[in-house]
């Protein structure tokens, strides 16, 4: 009986330290997805627009590591020193992805440089993958000493512990190296006795390169950017602020701005009359020269409003005019939409000043942090904010004569005249629009370069896409994602017939990434584009993917059949119910009522996941297969640029069908 007692506490205590492997390497996993997510984007030059391949190729990494877990080699002691070339090669050898043209506009410096995207693209996802590939094999081998639900649950754990500690560093502002210490600690912590070494030396030339960064001069980190500030012919009250190195802005004193031909800045207040001016919003407030300008047009109060803490403090600490300590003055950290949703102001006059974003709002994603304040709705809702005697103004380096008439046209629509438009160099323009036309005063007549796009909106939100064909770009690029993808899982997985038992998890992991894509685009409209909503949201998800398991470990469940229709019937609910119809409700039955109809359909399909993993005969193969067919969900979110995101889940649905028709008869119970 003692040999007994002790053999079944040596199986727990080496199920513990199983446990403890997994959730370790599964936390670094998700921590080190997100932390090349924000990097990369800072350090390569324009790649934070395409963020989404940085996603996927950390998708392509967990499906190999899976597969490669199955093998007798291993890719762990070389993840860390790959990432470690990664590393110093972004530093030493810095590009900038030229995102010239005209099909979709990409804000920038007005003359970019570099090589093509489709150059740098498939070069970082594949970097990313095989880093990514090292974490990934260890959460692989973890699963094959473990029940496939039980191998689910504590990777899950690990998932939601890398998930909120890169949110609390998120909430600190902490800079890179405090991300890399992370990183290359559990790194050693991970990789075996033997060659801990090289992961250790690995570890240091990837924090010593990332304290460098993080202690340079003028620069700091902000939830969304790495910011750089540089005192133009070292006077102090001259700073040129840039983003992830992409000029921004100018802060500089206001008299200067008016006296420079900066003639955008005082045109609103050119163009509106009978206006007190005595509460005025202005959203992409940024670093507080348009605040200062507004004051010295003679505002009584403003709200002042920017989605970056770390800009405005600067403006704060910094701004020759000190317009944020005026007493007039309200900050607000906030997304511009969700500022306007949430309050019942009225106010003199609204400026949307230049609030143009150099990222998206998530790697799962492609909105902009501002995408959904420029639709039809968004402006509704201004035009709605405005007193009897208000009015509304946007500008900013438009680019392009087609967006300017784009924004010109949606003025019009929603204010029901014809707007003053202002245009000057480079481009710039300046829209505005009285709620009556009476208060508006203009110069020259309007009239548009060429044929006017239709307004964005809430369901379309892509503004700055011209909508002439699906962009040459993102076609190419994301065949080579699936090419690449394809060949990985032919080389590491064995020929595809000796996958097909697992052909449904592949359709049920496409379905799953692009609903839980789609949810982010709405949650994004709900609630803003904050770094904060998008950290909940995939939190969020995760804790329900993980009540699924738990519900499916712990209680009897019904049929496949069954919960497949309640993933249809979920599905049609939501699809049934458009986001903008809960805009106008306040703020808790608002979220409740999202919440429901967001993560019932992931509650169910979990349920029906878990179920069919619980089955599988090899989980490393099962999980790798259901990874490699959420790139495929990851690509299909562009299809959105030509169907909207509300027919994303017609597609969902259709993914969820066949992953149940494809379904092993043995797995209907």
Not at 8 to 13: D, I, K, L, N, T
Not at 330 to 355: E, K, M, S
Not at 492 to 499: I, P, Q
Request: contains cysteine.
């Amino acid at each position: 009986m003692s040999d007994t007692k002790t053999v079944r506490a040596a199986s727990v205590a080496g199920q513990g330290v199983v446990v403890r492997r997994l959730v370790l390497g599964s936390a670094l996993m998700l921590f080190l997805e997100l932390a090349l997510i924000r990097w990369l984007g800072s350090n390569i030059v324009h790649l934070s627009y395409f963020s989404n391949f940085v996603l996927l190729g950390s998708f392509l990494g967990i499906g190999i590591g899976f597969l490669v877990s199955r093998r007798t080699w291993t890719l762990v002691p070389a993840a860390p020193l790959l990432l470690a070339v990664l590393v110093l090669g972004v530093v030493l050898f810095p590009v900038s992805l030229d995102r010239t043209g005209s099909d979709v506009i990409y804000f920038t410096s007005l003359q970019a440089s570099g090589p093509p995207a489709w150059v740098v693209l498939p070069l970082v996802f594949v970097a990313v993958a095989l880093v990514i590939a090292g974490p990934a094999e260890i959460v692989g081998r973890c699963f094959a000493d473990l029940t496939p639900l039980t191998a689910y649950r504590w990777d899950l754990v690990g998932s939601l512990v890398g998930i909120s500690a890169f949110t609390v560093l998120s909430f600190l502002w902490a800079p890179p190296v405090v991300w890399g210490v992370i990183v290359a600690v559990a790194f050693v912590l991970l990789v075996p006795n033997l060659r801990r070494l090289i992961a250790t030396v690995a570890g240091v030339a990837i924090v010593g390169v990332l304290l460098i960064e993080s202690t340079a001069a003028n620069t700091s980190w902000s939830p969304y950017y790495k910011i750089t500030t540089k005192d133009l012919s070292g006077n102090p009250d001259y700073v040129d602020i840039a983003v992830n190195g992409i000029p921004h802005q100018l802060m500089a004193p206001a008299q200067w701005k008016l006296e420079q031909g900066e003639q955008q800045y005082s045109t609103p207040y050119e163009r509106i009359k009978d206006n007190s001016l005595e509460n005025v919003l202005i959203v992409g407030a940024g670093s507080g020269s348009d605040v200062a300008i507004a004051l010295s047009k003679g505002a009584q109060h403003i709200d002042a409003v920017d989605i970056d803490p770390r800009i405005m403090q600067i403006g704060v600490d910094r701004n020759p005019d000190e317009a944020y300590q005026d007493p007039r003055v309200t900050r607000h950290v906030n997304d511009g939409r969700a500022f306007l949703t949430g309050t019942d102001q009225r106010y003199d006059l609204i400026l949307f000043a230049l609030p143009d974003s150099l990222t998206l709002v998530s790697g799962a994603s492609q909105i902009r942090l501002e995408s959904f304040l420029f639709t039809q709705q968004a402006l509704e809702e201004a035009r709605d904010h405005l007193k009897p005697d208000g009015s509304f103004a946007m500008y900013n380096y438009y680019r392009e004569d087609w967006l300017i008439d784009r924004l010109a046209g949606t003025a019009q629509t929603v204010f029901g005249h014809t707007p003053c438009v202002d245009t000057f160099a480079g481009a710039q323009a300046v829209v505005t629009a009285a709620l009556d036309e009476s208060h508006q005063q203009c110069g020259a007549a309007y009239q548009p370069s060429g044929e006017v796009i239709a307004p964005s909106t809430d369901d379309r939100p892509f503004l700055y896409y011209k909508g002439e064909g699906f962009p040459t770009l993102y076609l190419w690029a994301i065949a080579g994602i699936l090419l690449v993808s394809a060949l990985a899982l032919r080389v590491l997985g064995g020929s595809f017939r000796s996958m097909r038992p697992y052909a449904d998890l592949f359709f049920m992991g496409a379905a799953f990434l692009l609903l839980e894509t789609k949810n982010v685009a709405t949650f994004a409209l709900l609630f803003g584009t904050t770094w904060l909503v998008n950290a909940l949201v995939f939190a969020g998800v995760l804790m329900v993917v993980l009540a699924a398991v738990e519900t499916e470990r712990r209680l009897r469940t019904p049929r496949l059949p069954v919960v497949f229709g309640g993933i249809a019937a979920s599905l049609a609910l939501a699809y049934a119910i458009r986001p903008d119809w809960l805009l106008p409700l306040p703020f808790v039955p608002r979220l409740l009522i999202a919440v429901a109809l967001a993560f019932l359909p992931i509650y169910l399909a979990n349920i029906a996941f878990a179920k069919r993993f619980s089955d599988s005969g090899d989980s490393r193969a099962a999980f790798a297969v259901n990874i490699l067919g959420a790139i495929v969900g990851g690509c299909l979110e562009y299809a959105a640029l030509l169907t909207g995101y509300a027919n994303l889940l017609i597609v969902v649905a259709v993914l969820y069908l066949i992953a149940f028709l494809l379904k092993p008869r043995v797995s209907m119970a």
